[in-house]
């Protein structure tokens, strides 16, 4: 581990943009597959947005699930689901998704459960949420999501030059809709926790990307004759240090969650700790190879005389 640690702290000259042809095939793929994935399976929206009724109990002894479905199926309640958690076998999350009945109605389900299980059991948790509730959740969700990348989008733009912002809306685009795809793909809960970490990634790729652009337009003024090809390949391998014992801290972190945390913080953690990956995949193969698109010297001495372009 540290002989790696050591490496990444030694100056690299990797040929990052010798693979972009590979890598825009790569990313064109993902994203269509993404969108294909979200438009035919959908997602699995939790009980935040589709309404319904989420108990967490748990025995001191290790519970048999099929003998706990067959005890509560005997109450005729629609849509029910048992799903174990932990690794001992004593915690069960109980979903039913009784989007249709209001609150009174779902806590009388609630007390039918708890009656029928009686006190051999601890209840952890109870969330009970509306069809009306879980409906302004959901848009309330969507609108906060759009504000925050409109708002990084305005922020990136007035930072850099237009070409600049192009390449850090691209990579976002490209990162929501590649973690959204994997989210309904492996049908994780989508509540308003993993929308807390979209947001998260959005603004974990944004400040990758905008620490890359800032060493490559420093760059742009330092080397007034290097071929932009090397240029934004050094760009890359400066900062390459910062960007992977970055990216790796961050991955340890959400590892510990998605281990340890519990069904509640699953969905959140493989959010993060996949956007943590295709974050920094993209803030080299989307964000910057999509530089190599335009001639940027071309446009240097407007930029620098503007210095709202500049900020």
């Known amino acids: 581990?540290?002989?790696?640690?050591?490496?990444?702290?030694?100056?690299?000259?990797?040929?990052?943009?010798?693979?972009?042809?590979?890598?825009?095939?790569?990313?064109?793929?993902?994203?269509?597959?993404?969108?294909?994935?979200?438009?035919?399976?959908?997602?699995?929206?939790?009980?935040?947005?589709?309404?319904?009724?989420?108990?967490?109990?748990?025995s001191e002894n290790v519970i048999n699930v099929d003998e706990?479905?067959?005890?509560?199926?005997?109450?005729?309640?629609?849509?029910?689901?048992l799903q174990s958690m932990g690794n001992d076998g004593k915690?069960?999350?109980?979903?039913?998704?009784?989007?249709?009945?209001?609150?009174?109605?779902?806590?009388?389900?609630?007390?039918?459960?708890?009656?029928?299980?009686?006190s051999d059991y601890e209840y952890r948790r109870v969330e009970?949420?509306?069809?009306?509730?879980?409906?302004?959740?959901?848009?309330?969700?969507?609108?906060?999501?759009?504000?925050?990348i409109l708002?990084?989008?305005a922020y990136v733009w007035f930072r850099f030059e237009w070409q600049f912002a192009l390449g850090a809306i691209v990579g976002l685009t490209h990162d929501v809709i590649i973690t959204a795809g994997f989210l309904s793909l492996f049908g994780l809960d989508f509540s308003l926790t993993t929308v807390a970490a979209i947001l998260t990634l959005a603004g974990y790729s944004v400040n990758d990307t905008v620490v890359t652009y800032d060493r490559i337009r420093e760059n742009l003024r330092k080397y007034k004759k290097m071929k932009q090809t090397d240029l934004l390949n050094k760009s890359i391998n400066d900062i390459l240090s910062r960007t992977f014992l970055?990216?790796?801290?961050?991955?340890?972190?959400?590892?510990?969650?998605l281990i340890w945390g519990g069904d509640a913080l699953r969905s959140f953690a493989?959010?993060?700790?996949?956007?943590?990956?295709?974050?920094?995949?993209?803030?080299?193969?989307?964000?910057?190879t999509l530089l190599e698109l335009f001639d940027l010297r071309a446009h240097q001495n407007e930029a620098e005389i503007n210095p709202f372009g500049n900020a």
């Open 128 to 148: 009970l949420v509306g069809p009306q509730v879980g409906g302004e959740l959901k848009k309330d969700g969507i609108i906060a999501s759009v504000i925050a």
């Open 91 to 118: 915690e069960i999350v109980i979903r039913a998704q009784a989007k249709t009945l209001d609150e009174k109605a779902q806590m009388a389900i609630v007390n039918q459960i708890k009656s029928t299980l009686g």
């Open 270 to 288: 493989f959010t993060i700790f996949f956007g943590v990956v295709i974050g920094t995949y993209s803030s080299i193969y989307v964000c910057t």
């Open 68 to 81: 706990l479905r067959s005890t509560l199926n005997k109450l005729d309640i629609d849509d029910l689901n």
């Open 1 to 58: 581990m540290m002989n790696m640690f050591k490496w990444v702290t030694l100056d690299t000259n990797f040929n990052f943009m010798k693979a972009k042809k590979l890598t825009y095939i790569l990313s064109s793929t993902m994203v269509v597959l993404s969108l294909i994935c979200i438009a035919i399976k959908g997602f699995n929206f939790g009980i935040d947005f589709s309404g319904g009724i989420l108990m967490e109990i748990k």
């Open 246 to 257: 970055t990216g790796l801290t961050t991955l340890f972190a959400a590892l510990a969650l």
């Open 151 to 153: 708002a990084i989008t």
